[in-house]
Protein backbone atom coordinates (compact mmCIF):
# COMPACT_ATOMS: atom_id res chain seq x y z
CA UNK A 1 0.00 0.00 0.00
CA UNK A 2 2.97 2.22 0.78
CA UNK A 3 6.52 2.54 -0.32
CA UNK A 4 9.46 4.75 0.49
CA UNK A 5 11.00 5.60 -2.96
CA UNK A 6 13.57 8.22 -1.65
CA UNK A 7 15.15 9.41 1.84
CA UNK A 8 16.67 12.99 2.21
CA UNK A 9 20.15 12.22 3.61
CA UNK A 10 20.53 14.76 5.97
CA UNK A 11 16.53 14.72 7.75
CA UNK A 12 13.92 12.92 7.74
CA UNK A 13 11.66 13.77 5.09
CA UNK A 14 11.06 11.04 2.61
CA UNK A 15 9.05 11.00 -0.54
CA UNK A 16 6.78 7.77 -1.45
CA UNK A 17 3.75 6.35 -2.65
CA UNK A 18 0.36 5.19 -1.83
CA UNK A 19 -1.55 2.63 -4.09
CA UNK A 20 -5.17 3.13 -2.65
CA UNK A 21 -8.81 1.42 -3.99
CA UNK A 22 -8.84 4.64 -6.80
CA UNK A 23 -5.80 5.36 -7.46
CA UNK A 24 -2.03 6.17 -6.89
CA UNK A 25 -1.22 9.13 -4.46
CA UNK A 26 2.74 10.74 -4.51
CA UNK A 27 3.75 12.18 -0.80
CA UNK A 28 4.23 14.22 0.86
CA UNK A 29 1.15 15.32 -0.34
CA UNK A 30 -1.54 17.78 0.86
CA UNK A 31 -5.09 16.72 0.77
CA UNK A 32 -7.97 19.83 -0.17
CA UNK A 33 -10.66 19.92 2.20
CA UNK A 34 -14.54 18.89 0.95
CA UNK A 35 -16.06 18.36 4.53
CA UNK A 36 -19.73 18.40 3.24
CA UNK A 37 -18.68 16.65 -0.39
CA UNK A 38 -17.40 18.93 -1.84
CA UNK A 39 -14.29 21.39 -1.89
CA UNK A 40 -15.76 24.79 -2.04
CA UNK A 41 -16.58 26.56 -4.65
CA UNK A 42 -14.16 24.36 -6.94
CA UNK A 43 -15.64 21.60 -9.64
CA UNK A 44 -13.93 18.90 -9.32
CA UNK A 45 -12.37 19.23 -12.88
CA UNK A 46 -10.74 22.09 -11.30
CA UNK A 47 -9.14 19.65 -8.69
CA UNK A 48 -7.67 17.50 -11.52
CA UNK A 49 -7.00 20.81 -12.97
CA UNK A 50 -5.04 21.47 -10.16
CA UNK A 51 -3.44 18.18 -9.60
CA UNK A 52 -5.21 17.24 -6.44
CA UNK A 53 -4.74 13.60 -5.87
CA UNK A 54 -6.57 12.97 -3.03
CA UNK A 55 -9.68 15.36 -1.04
CA UNK A 56 -10.94 14.64 2.55
CA UNK A 57 -13.93 14.27 3.31
CA UNK A 58 -16.29 14.12 7.17
CA UNK A 59 -17.91 11.82 8.38
CA UNK A 60 -20.13 13.96 10.93
CA UNK A 61 -21.04 16.14 8.43
CA UNK A 62 -21.84 13.37 5.51
CA UNK A 63 -23.81 11.24 8.40
CA UNK A 64 -25.56 14.65 9.75
CA UNK A 65 -26.80 15.80 5.93
CA UNK A 66 -27.57 13.80 3.57
CA UNK A 67 -27.00 10.43 5.78
CA UNK A 68 -24.34 7.53 4.97
CA UNK A 69 -27.15 5.04 3.59
CA UNK A 70 -28.20 7.83 1.46
CA UNK A 71 -24.81 8.45 0.26
CA UNK A 72 -23.90 4.56 -0.03
CA UNK A 73 -27.57 3.55 -1.56
CA UNK A 74 -26.77 6.58 -4.57
CA UNK A 75 -23.58 4.52 -5.19
CA UNK A 76 -21.29 5.87 -2.36
CA UNK A 77 -19.43 8.94 -2.37
CA UNK A 78 -16.68 8.70 -5.07
CA UNK A 79 -20.05 8.41 -7.53
CA UNK A 80 -21.99 11.03 -5.51
CA UNK A 81 -19.40 14.06 -5.31
CA UNK A 82 -18.30 12.75 -9.13
CA UNK A 83 -14.91 12.28 -8.08
CA UNK A 84 -13.11 9.30 -8.81
CA UNK A 85 -9.81 9.73 -7.32
CA UNK A 86 -8.76 8.98 -3.56
CA UNK A 87 -10.87 10.34 -0.85
CA UNK A 88 -9.99 10.21 2.83
CA UNK A 89 -12.56 10.33 5.61
CA UNK A 90 -11.79 12.04 9.36
CA UNK A 91 -13.69 9.79 11.90
CA UNK A 92 -16.42 12.37 13.26
CA UNK A 93 -14.68 13.21 16.99
CA UNK A 94 -12.81 15.75 16.07
CA UNK A 95 -16.00 17.57 14.09
CA UNK A 96 -18.35 16.47 17.37
CA UNK A 97 -15.57 18.41 19.44
CA UNK A 98 -15.36 21.31 17.39
CA UNK A 99 -19.10 21.69 16.18
CA UNK A 100 -21.71 20.38 18.28
CA UNK A 101 -23.36 21.30 21.49
CA UNK A 102 -24.05 19.62 24.75
CA UNK A 103 -21.43 17.05 24.28
CA UNK A 104 -21.08 14.30 26.44
CA UNK A 105 -18.11 11.40 25.90
CA UNK A 106 -18.65 8.15 27.58
CA UNK A 107 -16.62 5.13 27.21
CA UNK A 108 -19.35 3.92 25.27
CA UNK A 109 -18.89 7.06 22.27
CA UNK A 110 -19.91 10.79 22.15
CA UNK A 111 -23.42 11.98 23.26
CA UNK A 112 -23.75 15.50 21.33
CA UNK A 113 -26.69 17.61 20.04
CA UNK A 114 -26.62 17.72 16.40
CA UNK A 115 -26.04 21.40 15.70
CA UNK A 116 -28.11 21.21 12.21
CA UNK A 117 -31.41 20.46 14.13
CA UNK A 118 -30.88 20.15 17.60
CA UNK A 119 -31.58 16.36 17.68
CA UNK A 120 -29.60 13.97 20.17
CA UNK A 121 -27.56 11.92 18.82
CA UNK A 122 -24.54 8.95 19.71
CA UNK A 123 -21.23 8.55 17.89
CA UNK A 124 -19.19 5.16 18.64
CA UNK A 125 -16.36 3.30 17.20
CA UNK A 126 -18.32 0.91 15.60
CA UNK A 127 -21.08 3.74 13.66
CA UNK A 128 -17.99 5.83 12.54
CA UNK A 129 -16.08 2.60 10.73
CA UNK A 130 -19.87 1.97 9.21
CA UNK A 131 -20.47 5.29 8.07
CA UNK A 132 -16.94 5.48 6.75
CA UNK A 133 -17.05 1.75 4.69
CA UNK A 134 -20.94 3.14 3.67
CA UNK A 135 -19.43 6.46 2.56
CA UNK A 136 -16.61 4.44 0.54
CA UNK A 137 -13.94 6.65 1.16
CA UNK A 138 -9.93 5.33 0.17
CA UNK A 139 -8.44 5.84 4.08
CA UNK A 140 -11.01 5.73 6.99
CA UNK A 141 -9.35 7.22 10.19
CA UNK A 142 -10.20 5.47 13.53
CA UNK A 143 -12.46 6.86 16.10
CA UNK A 144 -10.19 8.74 18.61
CA UNK A 145 -10.69 11.47 21.16
CA UNK A 146 -8.42 14.63 20.52
CA UNK A 147 -8.04 16.42 23.81
CA UNK A 148 -8.53 20.10 23.93
CA UNK A 149 -5.39 22.06 24.58
CA UNK A 150 -4.19 22.71 26.90
CA UNK A 151 -5.59 20.08 29.14
CA UNK A 152 -3.87 18.33 32.52
CA UNK A 153 -1.41 15.59 32.28
CA UNK A 154 -4.36 13.19 33.48
CA UNK A 155 -6.77 14.10 31.30
CA UNK A 156 -4.33 13.35 28.45
CA UNK A 157 -3.38 10.11 29.95
CA UNK A 158 -7.10 9.12 30.37
CA UNK A 159 -8.28 10.51 26.88
CA UNK A 160 -5.28 8.56 24.76
CA UNK A 161 -6.58 5.30 27.01
CA UNK A 162 -10.41 5.66 25.47
CA UNK A 163 -8.72 6.48 22.28
CA UNK A 164 -6.98 3.04 22.11
CA UNK A 165 -9.87 1.20 24.01
CA UNK A 166 -12.05 2.88 20.81
CA UNK A 167 -9.34 1.48 18.25
CA UNK A 168 -9.42 -1.73 19.45
CA UNK A 169 -13.50 -1.57 18.67
CA UNK A 170 -12.66 -0.40 15.32
CA UNK A 171 -10.13 -3.34 14.71
CA UNK A 172 -12.80 -5.65 16.18
CA UNK A 173 -15.48 -4.26 13.28
CA UNK A 174 -13.10 -4.28 10.93
CA UNK A 175 -11.97 -7.90 10.70
CA UNK A 176 -16.26 -8.71 10.98
CA UNK A 177 -16.86 -6.40 8.30
CA UNK A 178 -14.25 -5.06 6.32
CA UNK A 179 -12.75 -7.61 3.53
CA UNK A 180 -9.29 -8.00 4.26
CA UNK A 181 -7.85 -8.29 0.48
CA UNK A 182 -8.64 -7.68 -3.09
CA UNK A 183 -9.19 -4.27 -4.74
CA UNK A 184 -11.55 -1.68 -3.49
CA UNK A 185 -10.41 -2.21 -0.18
CA UNK A 186 -10.43 0.60 2.52
CA UNK A 187 -7.68 0.72 4.21
CA UNK A 188 -7.57 2.36 8.25
CA UNK A 189 -4.89 4.56 9.96
CA UNK A 190 -4.66 4.90 13.84
CA UNK A 191 -4.76 8.39 15.42
CA UNK A 192 -1.55 8.79 17.84
CA UNK A 193 -2.56 11.37 21.10
CA UNK A 194 -0.94 12.49 24.32
CA UNK A 195 -1.37 16.15 23.89
CA UNK A 196 2.30 17.64 24.71
CA UNK A 197 3.45 14.69 26.59
CA UNK A 198 6.42 12.52 25.31
CA UNK A 199 6.10 9.53 27.57
CA UNK A 200 2.40 9.84 26.72
CA UNK A 201 3.04 10.18 22.89
CA UNK A 202 5.30 6.99 22.59
CA UNK A 203 2.69 5.10 24.75
CA UNK A 204 -0.12 6.07 22.49
CA UNK A 205 2.26 5.35 19.21
CA UNK A 206 3.13 1.99 20.56
CA UNK A 207 -0.29 0.54 21.60
CA UNK A 208 -1.81 1.78 18.07
CA UNK A 209 1.60 0.43 16.20
CA UNK A 210 0.68 -2.89 18.35
CA UNK A 211 -2.74 -3.32 16.82
CA UNK A 212 -1.28 -3.03 13.31
CA UNK A 213 -3.30 -0.45 11.06
CA UNK A 214 -2.29 0.75 7.35
CA UNK A 215 -1.01 4.03 8.50
CA UNK A 216 -0.55 6.53 11.80
CA UNK A 217 -2.22 10.07 12.26
CA UNK A 218 -0.55 12.47 14.76
CA UNK A 219 -3.77 13.53 16.22
CA UNK A 220 -4.26 16.08 18.83
CA UNK A 221 -2.21 18.82 17.16
CA UNK A 222 -2.86 22.23 15.82
CA UNK A 223 -5.86 22.55 18.04
CA UNK A 224 -4.17 26.04 19.21
CA UNK A 225 -0.72 25.21 20.74
CA UNK A 226 2.16 26.81 20.23
CA UNK A 227 3.99 25.93 17.09
CA UNK A 228 7.23 24.48 19.19
CA UNK A 229 4.41 22.21 21.22
CA UNK A 230 2.91 21.03 17.60
CA UNK A 231 6.24 19.96 16.31
CA UNK A 232 7.41 18.40 19.42
CA UNK A 233 4.10 16.19 19.60
CA UNK A 234 5.05 15.40 15.79
CA UNK A 235 9.19 14.76 16.55
CA UNK A 236 7.69 12.12 20.15
CA UNK A 237 5.58 9.90 18.18
CA UNK A 238 7.68 9.53 14.50
CA UNK A 239 10.26 7.55 16.17
CA UNK A 240 7.42 4.70 17.26
CA UNK A 241 6.04 4.83 13.47
CA UNK A 242 6.98 2.12 11.28
CA UNK A 243 9.03 3.64 9.34
CA UNK A 244 7.21 1.67 5.71
CA UNK A 245 3.70 2.82 6.41
CA UNK A 246 2.49 7.00 6.37
CA UNK A 247 2.63 9.32 8.75
CA UNK A 248 -0.17 12.26 8.38
CA UNK A 249 -0.29 15.22 10.52
CA UNK A 250 -3.90 16.60 11.14
CA UNK A 251 -5.39 20.21 10.71
CA UNK A 252 -2.21 21.24 9.32
CA UNK A 253 -0.59 23.58 8.62
CA UNK A 254 1.09 27.16 6.99
CA UNK A 255 3.15 26.59 4.26
CA UNK A 256 6.75 26.72 6.65
CA UNK A 257 4.67 24.17 9.03
CA UNK A 258 4.48 21.81 5.90
CA UNK A 259 7.66 22.14 5.16
CA UNK A 260 9.38 21.73 9.08
CA UNK A 261 6.86 18.84 9.46
CA UNK A 262 8.04 17.08 5.85
CA UNK A 263 11.71 17.63 7.63
CA UNK A 264 10.20 15.37 10.75
CA UNK A 265 8.78 12.20 8.26
CA UNK A 266 5.35 13.66 7.66
CA UNK A 267 3.93 12.42 4.26
CA UNK A 268 0.24 13.81 4.41
CA UNK A 269 -1.24 16.65 5.53
CA UNK A 270 -4.95 18.36 5.40
CA UNK A 271 -6.07 21.84 6.56
CA UNK A 272 -9.13 24.16 5.53
CA UNK A 273 -7.03 27.11 5.82
CA UNK A 274 -5.91 27.90 1.83
CA UNK A 275 -9.98 27.47 0.79
CA UNK A 276 -11.35 29.08 3.95
CA UNK A 277 -8.84 32.15 3.98
CA UNK A 278 -9.19 32.31 -0.07
CA UNK A 279 -12.92 33.32 0.60
CA UNK A 280 -11.78 35.95 2.78
CA UNK A 281 -9.52 37.63 0.18
CA UNK A 282 -5.93 35.84 1.34
CA UNK A 283 -4.14 34.62 -1.44
CA UNK A 284 -0.41 32.67 -0.94
CA UNK A 285 2.40 34.12 -2.73
CA UNK A 286 6.14 33.28 -2.59
CA UNK A 287 6.71 36.34 -0.37
CA UNK A 288 4.02 35.32 1.89
CA UNK A 289 0.35 35.80 1.67
CA UNK A 290 -1.16 39.06 0.47
CA UNK A 291 -4.89 40.22 1.32
CA UNK A 292 -6.11 41.39 -2.06
CA UNK A 293 -8.99 43.66 -1.12
CA UNK A 294 -5.98 45.68 0.03
CA UNK A 295 -5.90 49.45 -1.81
CA UNK A 296 -2.13 49.14 -2.97
CA UNK A 297 -3.60 46.50 -5.54
CA UNK A 298 -5.81 48.55 -6.69
CA UNK A 299 -4.10 49.08 -10.22
CA UNK A 300 -1.90 46.45 -9.58
CA UNK A 301 -1.80 44.28 -13.02
CA UNK A 302 0.43 41.08 -11.72
CA UNK A 303 -0.97 38.27 -11.45
CA UNK A 304 -1.44 36.97 -7.66
CA UNK A 305 1.80 35.05 -7.75
CA UNK A 306 4.49 34.28 -10.67
CA UNK A 307 3.90 30.94 -9.83
CA UNK A 308 0.16 30.85 -10.48
CA UNK A 309 -1.47 28.59 -12.58
CA UNK A 310 -2.66 29.59 -16.08
CA UNK A 311 -6.08 29.22 -15.01
CA UNK A 312 -5.71 32.18 -12.68
CA UNK A 313 -2.52 34.50 -13.61
CA UNK A 314 -4.81 35.51 -16.70
CA UNK A 315 -6.44 37.78 -14.34
CA UNK A 316 -4.32 40.79 -12.42
CA UNK A 317 -4.53 41.40 -9.16
CA UNK A 318 -6.56 44.33 -9.71
CA UNK A 319 -9.39 42.46 -11.01
CA UNK A 320 -9.66 40.05 -8.67
CA UNK A 321 -9.49 42.78 -6.23
CA UNK A 322 -12.27 44.46 -7.48
CA UNK A 323 -14.59 40.76 -7.89
CA UNK A 324 -13.83 40.74 -4.44
CA UNK A 325 -15.16 44.37 -3.08
CA UNK A 326 -18.09 43.75 -6.12
CA UNK A 327 -19.12 40.85 -4.13
CA UNK A 328 -18.64 38.27 -7.06
CA UNK A 329 -18.67 34.78 -6.42
CA UNK A 330 -16.17 33.92 -9.32
CA UNK A 331 -13.24 35.83 -6.30
CA UNK A 332 -13.79 33.18 -3.85
CA UNK A 333 -13.14 30.41 -7.13
CA UNK A 334 -10.00 32.16 -8.14
CA UNK A 335 -8.36 32.56 -4.68
CA UNK A 336 -9.47 28.90 -3.35
CA UNK A 337 -7.93 27.47 -6.58
CA UNK A 338 -5.24 29.58 -6.62
CA UNK A 339 -4.40 28.77 -2.48
CA UNK A 340 -5.18 24.80 -3.36
CA UNK A 341 -2.54 25.37 -6.03
CA UNK A 342 -0.04 27.03 -4.17
CA UNK A 343 0.11 24.04 -1.34
CA UNK A 344 -0.06 21.12 -4.11
CA UNK A 345 3.02 23.16 -5.71
CA UNK A 346 4.67 23.33 -2.10
CA UNK A 347 4.29 19.58 -1.95
CA UNK A 348 5.19 18.49 -5.30
CA UNK A 349 7.98 20.65 -4.72
CA UNK A 350 9.03 18.84 -1.56
CA UNK A 351 9.02 15.81 -3.55
CA UNK A 352 11.48 17.06 -6.36
CA UNK A 353 13.90 18.27 -3.88
CA UNK A 354 13.67 15.06 -1.61
CA UNK A 355 14.55 13.41 -4.69
CA UNK A 356 17.30 15.64 -5.38
CA UNK A 357 18.67 15.18 -1.85
CA UNK A 358 18.86 18.46 -1.24
CA UNK A 359 15.60 19.13 0.64
CA UNK A 360 16.65 21.23 3.53
CA UNK A 361 17.90 23.74 1.03
CA UNK A 362 14.49 24.10 -0.95
CA UNK A 363 12.96 24.33 2.59
CA UNK A 364 15.50 26.85 3.87
CA UNK A 365 15.45 29.17 1.33
CA UNK A 366 11.30 28.94 0.59
CA UNK A 367 10.95 29.76 3.86
CA UNK A 368 13.72 32.83 3.83
CA UNK A 369 11.91 34.26 1.19
CA UNK A 370 8.21 33.45 2.34
CA UNK A 371 8.78 35.29 5.63
CA UNK A 372 11.30 38.00 4.64
CA UNK A 373 9.44 41.66 4.90
CA UNK A 374 8.30 42.37 1.88
CA UNK A 375 9.89 44.90 -0.47
C1 LIG B 1 -8.00 30.06 8.76
O1 LIG B 1 -7.60 28.81 9.33
C2 LIG B 1 -8.65 28.00 9.69
O2 LIG B 1 -9.78 28.27 9.44
C3 LIG B 1 -8.32 26.78 10.44
C4 LIG B 1 -9.38 26.08 11.06
C5 LIG B 1 -9.09 24.97 11.81
C6 LIG B 1 -7.76 24.54 11.92
C7 LIG B 1 -7.45 23.44 12.83
C8 LIG B 1 -7.59 22.09 12.23
N1 LIG B 1 -6.90 21.29 13.23
C9 LIG B 1 -7.16 20.02 13.42
N2 LIG B 1 -8.00 19.28 12.67
C10 LIG B 1 -7.99 18.06 13.28
C11 LIG B 1 -8.70 16.89 13.00
C12 LIG B 1 -8.55 15.79 13.84
N3 LIG B 1 -9.28 14.65 13.58
C13 LIG B 1 -9.18 13.60 14.43
N4 LIG B 1 -9.92 12.50 14.18
N5 LIG B 1 -8.36 13.61 15.52
C14 LIG B 1 -7.58 14.68 15.81
O3 LIG B 1 -6.84 14.65 16.82
C15 LIG B 1 -7.67 15.84 14.95
C16 LIG B 1 -6.93 17.00 15.22
C17 LIG B 1 -7.11 18.10 14.38
N6 LIG B 1 -6.59 19.33 14.43
C18 LIG B 1 -6.71 25.20 11.29
C19 LIG B 1 -7.00 26.34 10.54
Redesign the pocket.
Known amino acids: MFEVLARDPSCNARRGRMELAHGTVETPIFMPVGTQGSVKTLHPDELELLGSQIILGNTYHLWLRPGHEVIRDLGALHKFASWDRPILT??G??QVWSLAKLRKITDEGVRFQNHIDGSRMMLTPELSMEIQASLGSDIA?LF?E?PPYPCERKYAEKSLDLTTRWAKRCKDWIEKNQPRSGEGIQRHFG?V?GSIWADLREKSARELVNLDFDGY?I?????GEPEEEMMKAVEHSVPFLPEDKPRYA???GTPPQILEMIGRGVDMFD???PT??ARHGQAFTLDGPIHIKNLAYERDERPICESSHPHVARFSRAYIRHLFRAGEILALRLLSFHNLHFFLRLTANARQAISEGNFLEFKESFIRRYTQAKS
Open positions: DSGFMDCIQAGGVSVMGLCVMRV
